[in-house]
């Protein structure tokens, strides 16, 4: 049934020819603020209908109408007008509809929902047969009247026909449910929202520190190569003194000696240094981002998740930072002594690497992802990672499912117990979960990040078995690693994510081997 044909008997306004309104009233009119702003578009600010204004969801949980997507959509991509996240689609019409917002839109005449003050409308009547509708259809969702009931929509064949009264109070209780839900969201974001701006605060307090101690470090470094240079000079003004062949054969050694010296040495400090404005550039755009954060409150229940996620890392990531910061500081001061003629070129070990090949249901071969470690940064994590890869203490990831997909987002991964989220288990130690480090790993698309399950009694977040694979860029708190090939294969397997079973792939994904490969 229509969204339409149900609402032509409820009286809304209509627009004339010469472009105004006809006489007749429209429901939305001396309806309550909050409730009118939910019933139009975001973007057009007009009320939706069952035509070119149909409601639609998008992957950023928030609404906009048919006609407005339509004009946005370029390149299998649409753009949310109300906070600008991009949603890949194959066409604007394939998104799914806001089903709360038609249900309403459905239930407009029969609820109770006017402003104080005004008059409650009178009963319609049936356009069909001219009697007063007395009879709601549960079934059909929409109103009946007597002679409905008896010739179309009878409980004989499966329909559940109630009394007009009892119909308003139950959907008006439904009304009700919904907005005092969205309230709760709507309070918990602006708390969130609070929070966050105290912590970039603090964060740019931290990074204008950081840059007193960097341009002290810069000075030292400075100093340190005029005593280098005034050093050359020496050997310059011997070697002209020096008359011997000999002598100034073995000057020329020494002098070539000491500028491969340097050469190494400066291309060094070249790297600490870059790496340090490219840090500190970040976080002075973070006081710019402020005024841009803007959280919506109609997401939906798997945002609230998001949510509470976020809120419970804040702490432990602005901690992480100020160490940071001191361990670039340390980087920079052990640089000084390095800058000797007896100094040795720095050796660099490589990376460990771990595998994961998915298959998924239905299809023969198997995918297989590379993950580079980072044991430099977060030692006990990649530790951990490596035993439930390599299943050397009798359980492990062989064996166990994706059981979550987020399209476009990550996958989620790691429960070889429930499969579900509820299980899983460290392989570090006896415990069964550990205390989570907190990296400065750069947030880029392929991040591999433990998801915290719990806290302790002293506040440490606790992490187990459990995993994000990203494949876009955000916010990280305990990237332990990435994914340096299969990347655009875990793009294409979040998009089996189901919305309707709460993000879970509509196939099953199997890690079908894991392990620790060969350096």
């Known amino acids: 049934m229509s969204v339409a044909r149900v609402l032509s008997p409820l ?18 009119e001396g309806l309550a603020t909050p409730l009118r702003s939910v019933l139009t578009c975001g973007g057009c600010s007009r009320r939706y209908d069952d035509a070119s204004h149909r409601p639609k969801f ?10 407005c997507l339509r004009k946005d959509f370029s390149g299998g991509k649409v753009k949310c007008p109300s906070c600008t996240c991009v949603t890949e689609v194959k066409s604007a019409d394939s998104l799914p509809d ?9 239930n407009m005449s029969s609820l109770n929902l006017h402003e104080a003050g005004t008059s409650t409308p009178a009963r319609d009547t049936c356009p069909a047969h001219a009697a007063r509708i007395n009879f709601w259809c549960d079934t059909c969702r929409m109103p009946l009247c007597r002679d409905c009931t008896v010739l179309a929509h009878r409980e004989a064949h499966g329909h559940k026909v109630r009394d007009h009264d009892q119909a308003v109070a139950v959907l008006r209780a439904e009304v009700r449910s919904s907005v005092g839900e969205a309230r ?13 701006r105290k912590y970039l605060l603090r964060q740019l307090d931290a990074a204008r520190a950081y840059e007193k101690q960097l341009k002290s470090e810069l000075k030292t470094l ?11 000079d020496r050997i310059e003004t011997d070697s002209e003194q020096e008359t011997s062949l ?32 490219l840090s500190l550039g970040k976080l002075h755009r973070s006081q710019d981002d402020l005024d841009a954060i803007d959280i919506k409150s109609t997401a939906s229940g798997p945002a609230r998740g998001c949510v509470d996620r976020r809120s419970q890392s804040l702490a432990g990531h602005y901690s992480s930072r100020r160490l940071a910061h001191n361990g670039r500081a340390g980087k920079v001061a052990a640089l000084r002594p390095a800058l000797s003629l007896e100094a040795a070129a720095p050796t660099i070990q490589p990376l460990p690497r771990v595998y994961l090949d998915l298959s998924i249901e239905g299809i023969q071969q198997t995918a297989r992802l590379v993950i580079e470690l ?93 995993f994000f694979i990203h494949v876009k860029k955000y916010s990280y708190t305990h990237v332990f690693g990435y994914v340096i090939d299969g990347l655009d294969l875990v793009d294409k397997m979040t998009q089996l994510g189901d919305s309707a079973h709460v993000y879970r792939p509509s196939k099953t994904i199997t890690i079908a081997d894991s392990g620790l490969l060969a350096a």
């Open 98 to 106: 806001n089903t709360q917002l038609c249900t309403i839109l459905l």
């Open 374 to 466: 980072r044991p430099d940064m977060a030692p006990r994590l990649c530790e951990n990672f490596t035993l439930l890869c390599t299943g050397s203490r009798g359980f492990g990831y062989r064996g166990s499912q994706v059981f979550r997909c987020l399209p476009g987002w990550w996958l989620q991964g790691g429960d070889f117990q429930n499969n579900d989220g509820e299980g899983g288990r460290a392989a570090l130690g006896d415990e069964e979960l550990i205390s989570a480090e907190t990296t400065d790993l750069e947030p880029r698309p392929g991040a591999v990040e433990m998801l915290c399950m719990s806290t302790n009694e002293q506040g440490r977040l606790m992490v187990g078995s459990q």
């Open 184 to 196: 709760t969201l709507l309070q918990e974001t602006r708390r969130l929202r609070h929070d966050q």
């Open 58 to 67: 998008l992957s950023c949980f928030h609404t906009a109408c048919l006609s």
């Open 246 to 277: 000999i002598s100034l054969q073995e000057m020329a050694q020494r002098a070539g000696s000491v500028v491969s010296r340097l050469s190494r040495d400066l291309a060094t400090a070249k790297a600490v240094l870059a790496d340090s404005f």
């Open 11 to 28: 009286r809304l306004a209509a627009p004339e020819k010469n472009g105004q309104t006809s006489g007749r009233t429209s429901m939305t």
């Open 222 to 232: 400075d100093s340190d190569k005029k005593e280098d240079s005034r050093g050359l």
